[in-house]
């Protein structure tokens, strides 16, 4: 009988511990946004400069450039977004805000407006960056961007994965000669 019992006292304990449940993350204030309010955004920040850095959970360059982000923001006092890419219903998103809050638990977080952008991330992200990338930088629609726009508004920068032609893990060269120029 006393093995019964502790056999079904560790058969319940591996159950439970087995149940998952979703924790939503707390305090979260996402902005939704298009490509019209992340002008408006930078315009009424107050700073000199603003940053959005775009980010999915799922892709690697994203989590590795990101701390790249963060300092650069903080360096020159900037205000920054991370830009969600997914779409705003997916589970996805309370993965990427979990995994930022950990990282910053007052980080500011952005995501494109599925009205405007639609459900597909690939499509979506095509659109955003189309409309937000002046004639004068390379449109491509890659992920990991770092979208720099002036007090006016104006984009002063946008990235793509040929701005770092060295060791894709590591972007903080590429952030040295491309972005930190611009904001001295």
């Known amino acids: 009988m006393k093995r019964f019992l502790l056999l079904f006292a560790f058969v319940c304990s591996i159950y439970v511990n087995a149940q998952q449940t ?3 993350p707390k305090n979260v204030n996402i902005t939704t946004v298009d490509s019209n309010d992340i002008y408006k955004l930078a315009q009424k920040s107050g700073k000199k400069n603003t940053l959005f850095y775009t980010f999915g959970i799922w892709c690697e360059p994203c989590r ?4 790249t982000a963060i300092k650069l923001s903080k360096d020159y006092d900037m205000e920054f977004y991370v ?3 997914d779409p705003q219903t997916s589970e996805k998103i309370t993965g990427a805000v979990d995994y930022l809050q950990k990282l910053d638990e007052n980080i500011k977080i952005a995501v494109l407006k599925d009205a405007v952008y639609g459900d597909k991330t690939n499509k979506r992200n095509k659109k955003f960056v189309t409309e937000i990338t002046p004639p004068q930088f390379e449109n ?3 992920f990991s961007k770092y979208i720099v726009l002036n007090a006016e508004g104006k984009v002063i920068m946008v990235t793509n994965y040929k701005d770092n032609p060295g060791d894709w893990k590591d972007d903080s ?3 040295k000669s491309r972005i930190e120029p611009l904001l001295k």
């Open 22 to 24: 979703k924790t939503e």
């Open 64 to 67: 590795l450039h990101l701390p």
């Open 83 to 85: 830009l969600l890419v």
């Open 140 to 142: 491509i629609d890659d």
């Open 173 to 175: 060269d590429m952030v």
